[in-house]
């Protein structure tokens, strides 16, 4: 009977023993699988966020670090939407009824990083099988959308300049055919003085729509091959084409190259583009001033590109803080009668068509305005950041001695 007995208690033993073994086993199978699956989260470059209910952070993933640049520390117990100052689309009600309905939510939400930025996330959330907690999986597409934007902003310059090149071409030709009949009209013999007068103010604003189709058709036109550009032979070009302008408003001109790398492109469209400038330049100097033109090798660091500055500088009335923003959009013009307000919206559609950058800023100072305009254009190869020298201001420029 002992023997009986001690024999069942060895079974029994040997029985829990191997539950217990087993046991472990699953233990350790789902420990290793469980810190799999928090690696692999970690892996995934989204944020991967898990919260209850009431909105409280209880799983916060490497991805989420990276994406917020808050850390697990600090996310874990949070309110989420607080805590990232949560924009959503639509009403955050129906994103949780829909969220309750359906289970799932796929949209677009604004939210802040701890610096401050605010960026635009691809959103899914999930709901889970208990209906307590909302797994939210977050991908930041700031980026993405900003690039579409502008990829959108200048399709839609191109297809502007194209439609205006179009008209311009087509309002050339009876606009010469008026111009010469103007012109007989103003020499006719049988014209009395009354009728000349109105003939004369009829044929100064016949020049103005010609200056604008001319402005029109010159962004356009399109050269066969693009080609190497010496920046420095091109703007003396465009100095000398000014010239008697120049010399009738009293500008001294100044110029400064440093650079004599080239620039890839089309002859034409680049003359326009400092045509342009210089010729704002001159009128901003009507009581006279100095006038200059530096050329030299930089690098935009914003996109690693090694390229030539040209900076237009003058010494002439200065530009209104208040119309800094509207100087590049088209029409927009201060010079009443005189301007037509296209120059810098051209120059800077032929600027942007080179991947280059143009920007202007006014320094005001006791010896009276420099305003300066700057274009930067990629051009030459390899960056090469030994080379870099980074040492100008406009009124730097302007007290450097003057290489011709
Ligand atoms: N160097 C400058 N100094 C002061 N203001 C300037 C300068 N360059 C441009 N501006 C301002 O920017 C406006 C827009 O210039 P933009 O060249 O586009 O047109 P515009 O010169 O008026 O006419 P146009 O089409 O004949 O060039 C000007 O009317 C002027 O107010
Ligand atoms: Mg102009």
Not at 144 to 162: F, N, P, Q, T, Y
Not at 360 to 372: H, L, Q, S
Request: with cysteine; hydrophobic share 35%.
């Amino acid at each position: 009977m002992a023997n009986t007995e001690t024999r069942k208690i060895d079974r029994l033993n040997t029985e829990s023993d191997r539950r217990v073994e087993e046991r472990a086993d699953e233990l350790t199978r789902s420990e290793t699988q469980f810190k799999m699956r928090a690696r692999l989260l970690d892996i995934a470059s989204e944020a991967i966020i898990v919260r209850d209910m009431n909105g409280l952070i209880s799983f916060w993933n490497a991805g989420a670090e990276k994406t917020y640049g808050w850390t697990r520390e600090d996310a874990i117990g949070r309110n989420i939407h607080q805590f990232l100052q949560t924009t959503f689309p639509v009403p955050h009600e129906q994103v949780e009824k829909e969220l309750g309905e359906k289970r799932f939510w796929h949209g677009r939400l604004t939210q802040s990083k701890r610096n401050g930025e605010r960026i635009i996330l691809d959103c899914r959330k999930t709901m889970n099988d208990e209906n307590d907690a909302v797994l939210e999986v977050n991908r930041d597409i700031t980026t993405v959308i900003k690039a579409e934007e502008m990829l959108r902003a200048s399709e839609k310059l191109a297809a502007m300049g194209r439609v205006a090149g179009i008209i311009a071409h087509e309002i050339n030709n009876p606009l010469a055919a008026i111009t010469n009949i103007f012109y007989l009209l103003r020499n006719h013999p049988l014209l009395s003085d009354e009728p000349r007068a109105l003939v004369e103010r009829a044929e100064q604003e016949l020049d103005r729509v010609s200056h604008i189709t001319r402005q029109t058709l010159s962004f356009y036109r399109e050269s066969k091959q693009p080609i190497m550009i010496f920046m420095p032979e091109l703007l003396d070009d465009v100095l000398e084409l000014q010239q008697r302008l120049l010399r009738e408003s009293k500008i001294t001109v100044r110029r400064i190259y440093q650079s004599t790398a080239p620039v890839t492109g089309y002859p034409s469209e680049l003359r326009q583009v400092f045509m342009n400038l210089v010729g704002n330049a001159i009128q901003a100097m009507a009581e006279g001033g100095t006038l200059g033109v530096f050329v030299r090798e930089s690098t935009d660091w914003t996109k690693n590109q090694r390229g030539t500055i040209v900076s237009v500088i003058d010494t002439g009335m200065g530009i209104q803080p208040e119309d800094a923003q509207r100087l590049f959009q088209p029409f927009f013009s201060t010079k009443s009668t005189k301007g037509t307000g296209l120059g810098l919206w051209i120059s800077q559609g032929i600027v942007q068509k080179y991947d280059g950058r143009i920007t202007c800023r006014t320094i005001r100072g006791k010896g009276g305005n420099v305003t300066c305009f700057r274009v930067f254009l990629p051009g030459i190869g390899a960056l090469d950041r030994a080379h870099h020298v980074e040492n100008d201001t406009a009124s730097h420029e302007l007290n450097a001695p003057a290489a011709h």
